[in-house]
């Protein structure tokens, strides 16, 4: 079984520019969650789907970050314009629905904005 | 709201040694908690998954306890080994779906 695949892996953008980070979720599982990490702190939840529908997107920082999800397959997180602040490691993880199921993460997209 | 504590923060142990990494969480209402471990520059792997109706949980040398009530889990590795070093992570899913996690315990096996 195929994991959670990310990319970029890594992404370095200007300040003011746009990026649009991936995900794309072990086939079959209708979650599909974006979390953050920056520099010294904990993980932190941003939005969640259940298939094609965002469930809870109340960890969205602003409205600089967009996040689709086509057809309920892969997602998209895109940030316009990017600031310095929005440096991090982005995460995503999927999982089956059921309160028994635990996560599965991708490898993250490490994003540096100068 | 929900907050998870790791203590501690960093340890370094010399290898062969039995160590414990210690999480606290502050809503003893949840479905589950999840022992991932992160090497650097890398993903999350998931180490263990504990329900909230289970006491433990075993994986090879890694032991996972969880404490509900007292809002408590412990990871107990056994007989470390320098490929162990990693920053280990707990996570509580409350209600709802969302993990909270802590801010990890950096773990340093020396040979």
């Known amino acids: 079984e195929a994991g959670v695949t990310q990319f970029p892996s890594h992404s370095v953008i200007e300040k003011g520019q746009t990026v649009t980070l991936r995900c794309d979720p072990i086939s079959g599982h209708d979650n599909l969650y974006w979390y953050r990490r920056v520099m010294g702190k904990e993980i932190k939840f941003l939005l969640h789907?259940?298939?094609?529908?965002?469930?809870?997107e109340s960890g969205m920082p602003n409205n600089r970050f967009l996040a689709e999800r086509t057809g309920g397959t892969y997602s998209t997180l895109k940030v316009q314009p990017a600031e310095l602040e929005d440096s991090g490691v982005y995460f995503c993880a999927s999982r089956p629905t059921g309160v028994r199921y635990g996560y599965t993460f991708g490898s993250g997209t490490r994003l540096t904005v100068v | 709201k929900q907050e998870v504590t790791q203590i501690p923060a960093a340890l370094s142990v010399p290898e062969g040694e039995n160590l414990v990494l210690n999480c606290s969480f502050t809503d003893s209402a949840i479905y589950n908690l999840q022992w991932f471990r992160q090497d650097p520059g890398k993903g999350l792997t998931s180490l263990l998954l504990?329900?909230?109706?289970?006491r433990e949980q075993t994986s090879g040398r890694l032991n996972a306890s969880l404490d509900k009530s007292s809002g408590r889990s412990t990871l107990y590795i056994a007989a470390s080994q320098p490929g162990d070093s990693a920053t280990y992570l707990c996570a509580v899913r409350p209600s709802g779906s969302r993990l909270t996690f802590g801010e990890g315990t950096q773990l340093t096996v020396n040979p």
């Open positions: 504990i329900q909230s109706s289970q």
């Open positions: 789907f259940v298939k094609e529908s965002k469930q809870d």
